[in-house]
Nanobody
């Protein structure tokens, strides 16, 4: 699976952004898809995940109520809708995929990674 993330940018606090991740491969619908983020000088941290059908989602506490994750299996695309953005959301966001997640928050559970898209939120 190859992943291509897009949609990042520079916004002000309180604004919204939608990230997209286009996946190649005919087995997209069998993978759980998710997003991690990495701020400068920090480790990559889990943000959200959605299961293969789209019926199950999970978010890190800091984005609950502000971010939603969705997928369109017909378009091989997963989305991260980010509302009420805060300066602390500033990071490079990575799209990830896994067919067998062992530990939800562990980057090692996701063998496939996109190239990252930068999100910068100014105060």
């Amino acid at each position: 699976v190859q992943l291509q993330a897009s949609g990042g940018g520079l916004v002000q606090a309180g604004d919204s952004l939608r990230l997209s991740c286009a996946a190649s491969g005919r087995t997209f619908s069998s993978y759980s898809m998710g997003w991690f983020r990495q701020a400068p000088g920090q480790e990559r941290k889990f943000v959200a995940v959605i299961n293969w059908s789209g019926g199950g989602t999970y978010f890190t506490d800091s984005v609950k109520g502000r971010f939603t994750i969705s997928r369109d299996n017909a378009k091989n695309t997963v989305y991260l809708q980010m509302n009420s953005l805060k300066p602390e959301d500033t990071a490079t966001y990575y799209c990830v995929a896994s067919s067998n997640i062992k530990v939800l928050h562990d980057p090692r559970s996701y063998p496939y990674w996109g190239q990252g898209t930068q999100v910068t939120v100014s105060s």
